[in-house]
């Protein structure tokens, strides 16, 4: 049964045809009919259009849930981090079936900074009596995977060595203003251990404010919230001792400790050399830190007999939350975690676009999990492997992209966002001139709930697709069923967090993230893993698959359009609303400022991409279009550009590699996004004097923004 849904009401027809995709091509050859598209794909003239659809039918047929399930099942066999032998295997299988699949596959190796994997990592309480602390998640008789032999202890990678035992201090979820919170109480955390929950931020900054306070080791653990139900394995939500890991690190950069703004080249020196920073120079955290579960945690805090935590601090276990310990209960914290120069192989396939091979739609995600990975991020390997496939198969049929797509496969992203990052900084110039587009897809499917973020530009074409594939076991396009069922209405803002950041923040190349997940509880935890997956993931593996067509399509329009479909009016529209919410965040925190200058200039920028939009729409009307291959061509070159317009050499402050003034991941909690991040510092730090030159900034960014798009208006005009 074919599962698409074709747009232009072609797919009650298609449906009720076995040899569908065979009656479009005939349709498509044939002249003008009724079934012809009204409304052409946006940036189509009506010939290529025809062309697409024909295409489309094809490649909607392609994507099964029998290979989609096949690879991830193979993928999630046994634990494999970055840097593990398993995952050899892994990036070798990810280049053999791409191979097989027929795209032109490149394995990119880099020798990147990391910490070395490693059990060596424990906690007790030592007085007043010494408890040992459990800190592996148990094999369970539900859970065959649970028992694998490679499983790892609960670990945070770039942790400090140590071996350290102090009183105990809770910091809540530690973010700035829970330690600011602390220190306006008196309490000082020289010498001691901090115990944080989860949530709230990036858990890096949780270890940096308390390691600036002189703390001597960091405890994170989950907190279950309120609700019990539904505990792995019963349910999908964690149990009392689910261990969530994760990366530490809090750098000024994304991707390698040790080289910012260059790619760490293989220290053979094959490609080239680089410079390394001495790791001395670098800040890394130094203390100790390490993660347990709610049971765990419970032993410490029911044994804590300090002041009581305000209420906000409260969180699900059955004890009272206390802020300090008391002198006579301590905690022993002890890491063991060297760091080392290791190899991490990114694997980067493509399918050779036939008429502009040089520009590249980007779809992407890592391939490191912290143990087996099938949720994050292998739920989106293996889509990205099905859709790989069905691409090779399409070009085979004649429906070869006319721009390349590439399918990317980043290593080493838990420890730092570094596979994807050291790619970028190598291939910057490409990156920045000729690449449309980067779709990333970590964790990207876990289940029926479909969620996605992007650029401005990228907005349009993605919710058009979404409108022309069917959601699975329903007669609704994805986009119906997201609006009437699954809570969504607009796409989001993409910010920080995953592989999309250096190309979006770094390299100016639009980018979003879509997904379909589920409830979970197993976020980097040993029972994040195919059994897991079965019983409360996408339990018939249908969503890799509807995943798999939304990516394509967005793909394959970005790839065939004749001229380059992204949604020009965004960038004014979603910038005013960027405003709205500074001004808000400055009210709250009583600063002034006016920024009715920016206000302005997005309405000049809303009439330059409707007089934009008016005249690629009009030099694409008709059978026999007017617009001639170069002009389209320049066009495409200075739309390219049009993401660049946010671009500024010296960066945002403090942080001179986020390069786009557009948007940042929240400087002071890592993973929310700030949009126009330049004016919000200013605001966040009670700077309004500095407010003005920030503005000037944007409105200059804006203004290139408008004369790109009058730019390509002329040449279309021509
Ligand atoms: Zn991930």
Same mark, same amino acid.
């Given at each position: ?46 010939e ?26 193979? !993928?999630?066999? @046994? ?42 990592? #424990? ?5 007043p009596?010494? *408890? ?27 942790s ?20 600011e ?9 020289? $010498? ?17 404010f ?18 019990r ?5 019963e349910?999908?939500m ?18 390698d ?47 804590? #007999? ?41 694997v ?12 590249? *739609? *980007? ?11 099938? !949720? ?12 790989? #496939?069905? &691409? ?12 390349? !797509? ?10 730092? !966002? ?5 790619w970028?900084?190598?291939? *910057? ?11 990333n ?6 289940g ?6 992007? /650029? ?18 329903d007669d609704? /396009? ?15 803002n993409?910010?920080? $967090? ?9 390299? $100016? ?24 997956f ?28 004749d ?5 020009a ?5 979603d ?61 495409n ?18 942080r ?5 003034l ?6 002071? /909690?890592?993973? @929310?996004?700030?949009?126009l ?31 790109? &798009? ?8 021509g």
């Open positions: 049964m074919p599962t698409a849904r074709l747009p232009l009401g072609l797919s009650s027809f298609l449906l009720a045809s076995a040899a569908g995709a065979t009656a479009l091509m005939l349709l498509a050859a044939g002249p003008t009919s009724a079934q012809e598209p009204t409304d052409p794909y946006v940036g189509f003239t009506a290529r259009a025809r062309v697409q659809m024909t295409c489309e039918a094809r490649f909607l047929d392609l994507p099964s849930s029998q290979t989609f399930r096949e690879h991830l099942r193979i !993928i999630t066999s @046994a634990p494999h981090p970055a840097g593990s032998e398993a995952q050899v295997e892994v990036g070798n299988y990810l280049t053999r079936v791409m191979r097989a699949a027929g795209l032109d596959v490149v394995r990119h190796t880099y020798d990147v900074y990391l910490p070395q994997l490693t059990d060596d990592v #424990e906690a007790w309480i030592a007085t009596e010494r *408890i040992k602390l459990s800190n592996r998640e148990p094999a369970l008789p539900d859970d065959r995977f649970s028992h694998h032999p490679d499983l790892l202890n609960g670990w945070n990678a770039f400090g060595t140590g071996d350290v035992t102090g009183e105990v201090v809770y910091a809540n979820f530690g973010r700035r203003e829970d330690y919170a602390l220190d306006s109480m008196g309490i000082d955390l020289a $010498g001691r251990i901090v115990i944080a929950r989860y949530g709230g931020n990036f858990r890096g900054y949780k270890v940096k308390a390691e600036e306070r002189g703390a001597a080791g960091v405890i994170m653990f989950n907190d279950p919230g309120f609700s139900e539904g505990a792995y394995p349910g999908p964690m149990n009392g001792e689910t261990i969530q890991r994760g990366s530490v690190l809090t750098l000024p950069w994304t991707g400790p040790l080289t910012p703004f260059e790619p760490a080249l293989p220290v053979s020196g094959e490609r080239g050399h680089v410079e390394r920073l001495d790791p001395d120079d670098v800040a890394m955290p130094t203390i100790p830190v390490l993660p347990l579960g709610f049971l765990a945690a419970e032993q410490i805090l029911s044994r804590m #007999e300090g002041t009581e935590a305000p209420a906000g601090w409260r969180g699900g276990i059955e004890t009272s939350y206390r802020i300090t310990g008391g002198p006579e209960l301590t905690v022993r914290v002890r890491v063991n975690q060297p760091r080392a120069l290791t190899r991490a192989v990114n980067v396939g493509t399918v050779v676009g036939s008429e502009y091979p040089d520009e590249w *739609i *980007i779809l992407g995600a890592h391939y490191d999990p912290w143990g087996f990975g099938a !949720i994050d991020p292998n739920g989106g390997t293996a889509m990205l492997l099905t859709l790989a #496939e069905a &691409l090779g198969e399409l070009a085979d049929t004649g429906c070869r992209p006319r721009r390349s !797509i590439l399918i990317a496969h980043w290593d080493a992203e838990e420890a730092g !966002i570094i596979g994807s990052t050291e970028v900084e190598e291939f *910057i110039d490409p990156l920045t001139v000729n690449t449309v587009a980067y779709i897809a970590d964790a990207a499917v876990s029926p709930n479909f969620g996605g973020s992007s /650029s401005p530009s990228l907005k349009g074409p993605i919710l058009d697709v979404l409108d022309d594939v069917t959601y699975p076991g609704r /396009s994805v986009l119906d069923w997201w609006r009437e069922e699954g809570g969504g209405s607009e796409l989001g993409l910010g920080g $967090g995953s592989d999309h950041v250096a190309f979006y923040t770094h390299a $100016g190349v639009p980018s979003a993230g879509l997904s379909s997940g589920a409830p979970s509880g197993v976020y980097h935890s040993n029972y994040d893993n195919f059994a897991w079965e019983r409360f993931g996408d339990t018939d593996f249908v969503f890799g698959p509807m995943l798999t067509r939304i990516d394509g399509l967005v793909a394959l329009r970005l790839a065939n359009a001229v380059l479909p992204y949604d009016t965004r960038y004014a529209t910038t005013r609303v960027h405003v709205e919410t500074l001004l808000r965040v400055a009210e709250e925190r009583r600063v002034e400022v006016d920024l009715s200058r920016l206000v302005d200039a997005t309405e000049a920028l809303e009439a330059a991409a409707e007089r934009f939009t008016g005249a690629r729409d009009r030099s694409l009307e008709g059978d026999a279009a007017a617009l001639a291959h170069p002009v389209a061509q320049r066009t070159r200075v739309l390219r550009r049009l993401e660049k317009a946010w671009l500024d050499d010296g960066g945002l402050q403090d001179p590699w986020s390069r786009n557009y948007v940042s991941p929240d400087p002071f /909690s890592g993973y @929310a996004s700030w949009m991040p330049g004016v919000r510092f200013e605001i966040e730090t009670d700077d309004p004097a500095e407010v003005p030159e920030w503005e000037a900034k944007y409105l200059r960014a804006i203004e290139r923004l408008t004369a790109l &798009l009058d730019e390509a208006t002329a040449l279309l005009a």
